[in-house]
């Protein structure tokens, strides 16, 4: 729309501005033929001199930048007006003036339509302010009417929203009650887990206050849980070393570093009635949504019989490694997953002549070409597999250089999953009683 009224506009600015050309160059050709006119009397009466006085007096009459020439055929000026401004826009005109036999001379006119050209001007920005505020009028009038509009269906729907708020928070009000049963189960559910579970355990708020502890916890602490609830955590759990120092509390170091804390395998927890317990525990930040800190949970355990058993089972083993060891013609050697010996008993020294370090490093360089040799790697590939295996003979090169015979004993050796990570072997230096029997079995055939 706008743009259609600034075509419009600018159309009838030009249809007047041709018209106001027209106008011009039509009064320039009317004054041109009058001057035209008398010029060719004076010409006739031979009044030449009159001519330079005709133009002079017809331009300081008007004044308005016109010019004026009158020139023979062969160039000769008869009279000439020419004010010396050059004019902006000119309309010029030229004719030709016969008199006498066979005479001519030449009427040239200058005028200058800059008005024309400045009322056209004029005639646009009057027009432009016009179209101006009358797009701004329209405008005024398209938003009051879209303004108008919209109040009106804002009004309109003002029911619908209230009544759509009303719904919606009806559901919002079933929605959180469903919520609150919801956590509710939970909290049921997370109570009757957390009473299920053999470990102890103990959680805070975010001020390292006692908010809840299972059964298990109540019987290492010695504290009931509606007595420890709202007490420290220092008070309720108290832990020393095994010296009976003071060990920093596993809360307070999470709320510190802001990370799971472990504590010493040799932590001691003192119950209420001053029962001594040894504990594992670790510690786990409880983060809530903005990603603060809200509290701890503490889970620890009784691992008094752990180590009683773990203790137990390392004088075991270090009783049996004694006894190995002692034994003149015996010795104990461990082979790890990798195929490399990685202990072998000191008593390896007085059979075979290595050192300890030197056997391990150098066992399979040892090793005969005795196609006995073979059975070796082929038991300890099966005893890897978890196989129990027979006993068999090994050849091995002494450090002497002599070769000697041993009887080898292998058992797998598992991990708490049951998973092979080693072989243990006992190897019996058999070298003199296998010589000792050949020497009997050839004198028994000689007898024969």
Known sequence: ????????????????????????????????????????????????????????????????GVSLTVTAAN??????????????????????????????????????????????????WRLGAVVVLIALFGGHLVWTAQRRRQEASRYRSLSERFAKANEELEDEIEGRKLTEQALADEREGAEVTLNSIGDAVITTDGQGMVTRMNPSAERLTGWQREEAYGRSLEEVFRITDARGEAVDNPARQVFRRGKVVGLGNDTVLTARGGRRTQIADSAAPIVGSKGAIDGVILVFRDVGEDYRMRNALVESETRFRRLVESLVD???????????????????????????????????????????????????????????????????????????????????????????????????DVTERRAADAEQRLAASVLE
């Open 1 to 64: 729309m706008i743009a259609a009224l600034v075509v419009g506009v600018w159309q009838m600015a030009e249809n007047q501005f041709e018209k106001g050309l027209t106008a011009a160059q039509t009064d320039a050709a009317s004054e041109h033929a009058f001057l035209t006119a008398l010029v060719r009397e004076l010409l006739q009466d031979g009044s030449y001199e009159d001519i330079q006085t005709l133009l002079q007096r017809w331009g300081g009459e008007r004044g308005d």
């Open 75 to 124: 160039g000769f000026v008869y009279g000439a007006f020419d004010p010396g401004v050059r004019p902006v826009h000119p309309v010029e005109l030229e004719s030709e003036v016969a008199y006498g036999y066979g005479q001519q001379a030449r009427v040239r006119l200058v005028r200058d339509a800059k008005e024309v050209y400045e009322e056209r001007v004029i005639t646009l």
């Open 330 to 428: 015996h010795f104990l050697m461990t082979q790890g997953a990798d195929g490399a010996i990685s202990y072998v008993s000191p008593s390896i020294s007085p059979i075979l002549g290595y050192t300890q370090s030197e056997f391990c490093a150098g066992f399979t360089e040892f090793l005969s070409a005795h196609p006995e040799n073979a059975r070796f790697h082929e038991y300890t590939r099966l005893s890897f597999k978890g196989q129990r295996q027979p006993p068999y003979s090994l050849e091995i090169r002494a450090k002497r250089g002599d070769l000697r015979t041993l009887e080898v004993r292998q058992v797998p050796v598992f991990d708490e999953i049951g998973a092979v990570i080693a072989v243990e072997a006992i190897a019996h």
